[in-house]
């Protein structure tokens, strides 16, 4: 069985993904849940929150034990896995990203939202940047949106509920990676076609640009997690699978 790093992303925490914690477990996999600086109930100040400082704490999660971990990022938990594999790829068996952004060197969650195939991004058209050090926040309607459309009314609330300010170091900084070691790490997608956060055009072309092994499209929200939990569950059990010797 596998051992799974689940990294969250923006305005969220470890709480994020923790609905695929015990039907993994149930499975027969670990699973590793765990808040980025500056989401959930970490207390990192914002201005020491960077895209270095999210792929170290993965790192410390990854190195905490001795076997390589199945690292599965969700939106901009991407670009952190991306960062922290190309640090550590001893201890990647593979990354999964979900509906999330796959940066190339030099390249920032940001330069991404702005190609063409982002255009239809809800969350860059609403988001609201300010203060100093900047923080950025989503007002609840348009969180309702541009995340959780899919979701029923009961997790959708209680999910903006628990959202919280969001450190933007990790949306600016660019990655500093060897894409050419990163594309020998076996690599998944689960690409949501409802999704109003990260477009599925953008998904497609981030797919094109860095093949995947498998890419698993779900008919849900930029939400799955919540949304569609138990086809998410069946997806990473699949991507499992493919790693296992014949």
């Given at each position: 069985?596998?051992?799974?790093?689940?990294?969250?992303?923006?305005?969220?925490?470890?709480?994020?993904?923790?609905?695929?914690?015990?039907?993994?477990?149930?499975?027969?996999?670990?699973?590793?849940?765990?808040?980025?600086?500056?989401?959930?109930?970490?207390?990192?100040?914002?201005?020491?929150?960077?895209?270095?400082?999210?792929?170290?704490?993965?790192?410390?999660?990854?190195?905490?034990?001795?076997?390589?971990?199945?690292?599965?990022?969700?939106?901009?938990?991407?670009?952190?896995?991306?960062?922290?594999?190309?640090?550590?790829?001893?201890?990647?068996?593979?990354?999964?990203?979900?509906?999330?952004?796959?940066?190339?060197?030099?390249?920032?969650?940001?330069?991404?939202?702005?190609?063409?195939?982002?255009?239809?991004?809800?969350?860059?058209?609403?988001?609201?940047?300010?203060?100093?050090?900047?923080?950025?926040?989503?007002?609840?309607?348009?969180?309702?949106?541009?995340?959780?459309?899919?979701?029923?009314?009961?997790?959708?609330?209680?999910?903006?509920?628990?959202?919280?300010?969001?450190?933007?170091?990790?949306?600016?900084?660019?990655?500093?990676?060897?894409?050419?070691?990163?594309?020998?790490?076996?690599?998944?997608?689960?690409?949501?076609?409802?999704?109003?956060?990260?477009?599925?055009?953008?998904q497609r072309r981030m797919i094109a640009e860095h093949p995947c092994r498998n890419v698993v499209e779900l008919d849900t929200d930029h939400a799955p997690a919540y949304s569609a939990t138990?086809?998410?569950?069946?997806?990473?059990?699949?991507?499992?699978?493919?790693?296992?010797?014949?």
């Amino acid at each position: 069985m596998a051992r799974f790093v689940l990294v969250h992303g923006a305005f969220g925490g470890a709480w994020s993904l923790e609905p695929l914690r015990k039907p993994l477990e149930a499975a027969g996999h670990t699973v590793e849940t765990f808040d980025l600086p500056g989401g959930g109930d970490d207390e990192t100040p914002p201005g020491d929150v960077t895209l270095a400082s999210c792929a170290e704490r993965v790192s410390e999660v990854l190195a905490s034990r001795p076997e390589p971990a199945i690292l599965v990022g969700y939106s901009m938990g991407g670009a952190v896995v991306t960062q922290a594999a190309s640090n550590q790829p001893e201890h990647v068996a593979a990354l999964v990203f979900v509906t999330a952004f796959m940066p190339s060197n030099g390249q920032s969650l940001l330069d991404l939202t702005q190609l063409p195939e982002g255009a239809e991004d809800m969350i860059q058209a609403n988001i609201v940047i300010e203060g100093e050090p900047p923080v950025a926040t989503l007002p609840d309607e348009a969180a309702l949106q541009a995340i959780y459309n899919c979701c029923t009314t009961e997790n959708a609330t209680v999910c903006v509920a628990r959202q919280r300010p969001q450190p933007v170091g990790p949306f600016a900084d660019p990655v500093s990676v060897d894409d050419a070691l990163l594309a020998s790490i076996p690599r998944f997608y689960v690409l949501t076609m409802q999704d109003h956060s990260i477009p599925p055009a953008l998904q497609r072309r981030m797919i094109a640009e860095h093949p995947c092994r498998n890419v698993v499209e779900l008919d849900t929200d930029h939400a799955p997690a919540y949304s569609a939990t138990a086809d998410l569950v069946a997806a990473l059990s699949e991507f499992a699978g493919e790693l296992q010797p014949a």
